[in-house]
């Protein structure tokens, strides 16, 4: 197997990181036992434990495992190189929904795809079988793949939950030190909001990508494992799918821009009723153009 393959990288650097939390002369568990746990092939655990003994960090002979030292920075590949081929994948394919006009419904054809996305029909499948729990692909009895969109109740439900996670961090943010990174981060938006506002007539589709940023980034205050997995599912569902409907999609976009900076004002002021109303009024528009794209209030937002 290729040392350069992304899987490989990505659960050695898994590895590495258990390894870190474990003594010296730790025996480890079964390959079977190992590849469980990272998710991975016994044949990619083999040339874990190989790298692994070869970098002298284990010894390794016949079934006997043993840690001989925690690693070290220096042994784990760059994350730029470890990361995941879904991530990546996910990357690719919600950029095809945005840039490209797919409708719900859609059958998937997953050898052009697979070829346009650079990677293998097999990597596309898992990819794929993942990514259904969202509700936005759908594997047929047939066994295709179709794209599927949105009931206006599911639009209504995620809306809600999302403006409970918000407010969360949006609280929390505010009470923030002056001199937490998370101002100058704004400050940056704020910038970066701008020069797309002066650009809008030709820039108007990038708004997607600053949207996920802005909303990553006061999410990111919580530091919470489970407000990170729903901001990916927010990135997925309000920053791609609902731009299938393409009706208005300038002007909404240009309307989320002076929200989002009425918004950063607010949080700069460290005001919570000034923050909270802000939210409110962005994320009530998030979920109209929402809707929007299952069929219901499909009209442009002023």
Same mark, same amino acid.
């Not at 981060?185 to 990038?206: G, I, K, P």
């Not at 918004?263 to 153009?289: C, E, P």
């Given at each position: 197997?290729?040392r350069?393959n992304d899987?490989?990288?990505s659960?050695?650097?898994?590895m590495?990181?258990?390894?870190?939390?474990?003594?010296?002369n730790?025996?480890?568990?079964?390959?079977?036992?190992l590849?469980?746990e990272?998710?991975?092939s016994?044949?990619i655990i083999?040339?874990i434990?190989g790298?692994?003994h070869?970098?002298r960090?284990?010894?390794w002979?016949?079934?006997?495992?043993r840690?001989?030292?925690q690693?070290?920075?220096?042994?784990r590949?760059?994350?730029?190189?470890?990361?995941s081929?879904?991530? $990546?994948?996910?990357?690719?394919?919600? +950029?095809?929904?945005l %840039?490209?006009?797919? @409708?719900?419904e859609? &059958? #998937?054809?997953?050898?052009?795809?697979s070829r346009q996305f650079?990677?293998?029909?097999?990597?596309?499948q898992?990819?794929?079988?993942?990514?259904?729990?969202f509700?936005?692909?759908?594997?047929?009895?047939?066994?295709?793949?179709?794209?599927?969109?949105?009931?206006?109740?599911?639009?209504?439900?995620?809306?809600?939950?999302?403006?409970?996670?918000?407010?969360a961090?949006v609280r929390k943010?505010?009470?923030?030190?002056?001199g937490?990174?998370?101002?100058g981060?704004?400050d940056e938006?704020?910038?970066?909001h $701008?020069?797309?506002?002066?650009?809008? +007539?030709t820039?108007? %589709?990038?708004?997607? @990508?600053?949207?996920? &940023? #802005?909303?990553?980034?006061?999410?990111?205050?919580?530091?919470n494992?489970?407000?990170?997995?729903?901001?990916?599912?927010?990135?997925?569902?309000?920053?791609?799918h609902y731009?299938w409907?393409?009706r208005?999609?300038?002007q909404?976009?240009?309307?989320?821009i002076?929200?989002?900076?009425?918004?950063i004002?607010?949080?700069r002021?460290?005001?919570?009723n000034?923050a909270?109303?802000?939210?409110?009024?962005h994320?009530?528009t998030?979920?109209?153009?929402?809707l929007?794209?299952?069929?219901?209030?499909?009209?442009?937002?002023e």
């Amino acid at each position: 197997m290729a040392r350069t393959n992304d899987r490989y990288k990505s659960a050695y650097n898994q590895m590495l990181a258990r390894l870190k939390t474990l003594e010296a002369n730790f025996e480890l568990p079964s390959e079977t036992v190992l590849a469980s746990e990272l998710g991975v092939s016994r044949t990619i655990i083999r040339s874990i434990l190989g790298q692994l003994h070869a970098a002298r960090i284990i010894s390794w002979r016949g079934r006997r495992k043993r840690l001989l030292r925690q690693p070290v920075a220096a042994d784990r590949f760059p994350d730029s190189e470890a990361e995941s081929i879904a991530e $990546r994948l996910e990357d690719k394919f919600l +950029e095809w929904i945005l %840039r490209t006009d797919v @409708a719900p419904e859609t &059958r #998937l054809n997953i050898s052009l795809l697979s070829r346009q996305f650079g990677t293998t029909t097999h990597a596309l499948q898992e990819f794929l079988v993942r990514f259904s729990r969202f509700g936005i692909v759908e594997r047929l009895q047939t066994g295709g793949w179709v794209l599927r969109g949105f009931t206006a109740q599911y639009a209504i439900e995620l809306s809600e939950f999302r403006e409970m996670i918000e407010l969360a961090s949006v609280r929390k943010l505010v009470a923030l030190d002056p001199g937490h990174p998370i101002w100058g981060q704004l400050d940056e938006l704020e910038r970066d909001h $701008r020069a797309l506002l002066e650009q809008v +007539e030709t820039r108007y %589709r990038d708004f997607s @990508a600053l949207d996920d &940023r #802005l909303h990553t980034t006061i999410n990111s205050v919580q530091n919470n494992r489970f407000a990170r997995e729903f901001q990916a599912l927010i990135s997925m569902i309000f920053h791609y799918h609902y731009q299938w409907n393409k009706r208005w999609e300038k002007q909404r976009n240009t309307v989320a821009i002076s929200e989002h900076l009425a918004y950063i004002g607010a949080l700069r002021k460290r005001d919570w009723n000034q923050a909270r109303a802000a939210a409110l009024a962005h994320l009530a528009t998030a979920r109209q153009t929402l809707l929007a794209s299952t069929g219901d209030n499909d009209a442009p937002i002023e």
